[in-house]
């Protein structure tokens, strides 16, 4: 069974509007993150009423990369870009 599709194409959005090319602005606007999830690398944003995780670069929130540094959603600079989308599927 499929589990998850990673969305690559800019034309894809969701009922809420957000894309590969939205911001961090725009997804915390429109839609409500569950959780903050912190890697080496990046930060994975849950977002549970649309079934989606969107990973952020840690370079785009101003942090140093391969840090395990906790992020709150109050660190997250509102242009920062999204860096992979991925729907989850029960």
């Known amino acids: 069974t499929i589990k998850s599709i990673q969305i690559f194409d800019d034309r894809f959005k969701t009922k809420t509007g957000i894309s590969l ?3 961090f602005e725009e997804l915390n ?17 849950f977002i549970d009423d649309l079934n989606v995780t969107i990973t952020l670069d840690k370079e ?14 109050e660190q997250i600079p509102g242009l920062a870009k999204i860096k992979s989308f991925v729907v989850w599927f029960n």
């Open 21 to 23: 090319q939205s911001t």
């Open 29 to 45: 606007l429109n839609n409500t993150i569950s959780k903050v999830e912190t890697s080496l690398s990046s930060a994975t944003l």
């Open 60 to 73: 785009d929130l101003g942090l140093k990369t391969f840090s395990t540094q906790k992020i709150s959603l």
